[in-house]
């Protein structure tokens, strides 16, 4: 753990959040700023820095995000509808906080590509 970074507190639990999954490896949590009406962030718990620094060992987790997401979708609505899940590396791609995370949007129609 990072303890400077923001997502390792939220992970540990020493900074409040509206978590809506969690297991050994992973917390998902709801963005405090949403922007779609299903908006739902997946960290690992482990401090990585983005997936430029994913190696073989941590496959696991990458299983975990992905599997928690697909059940969050369907918990939530979007399933059918459909959803995005993405993660940004650097800060020309968005990336503003540098704890690897993944973003589940959904409950509304996005368009191609974005921003």
Same mark, same amino acid.
């Given at each position: 753990m990072d303890s400077a970074c923001l997502f390792c507190r939220i992970g *540990?639990? @020493?900074?409040?959040a509206e978590i809506v999954r969690e297991s050994d490896r992973i917390v998902a949590f709801r963005d405090v700023d949403p922007k779609a009406p299903t908006h739902v962030l997946l960290i690992p718990? @482990?401090?990585?820095? #983005?997936v430029a620094e994913l190696g073989e060992d941590h496959s696991d987790v990458l299983v975990d995000i992905v599997q928690a997401a697909s059940q969050l979708a369907r918990a939530e609505g979007i399933a059918e509808s459909?959803?995005?899940l993405v993660t940004n !590396? /650097?800060?020309? *791609? /968005?990336? #503003? !906080?540098f704890h690897l995370h993944f973003h589940l949007l959904g409950g509304r129609e996005m368009g191609w590509p974005p921003g």
């Open positions: *540990a639990r @020493e900074i409040p718990k @482990e401090h990585i820095t #983005s459909g959803w995005r !590396v /650097g800060p020309d *791609a /968005g990336q #503003s !906080v």
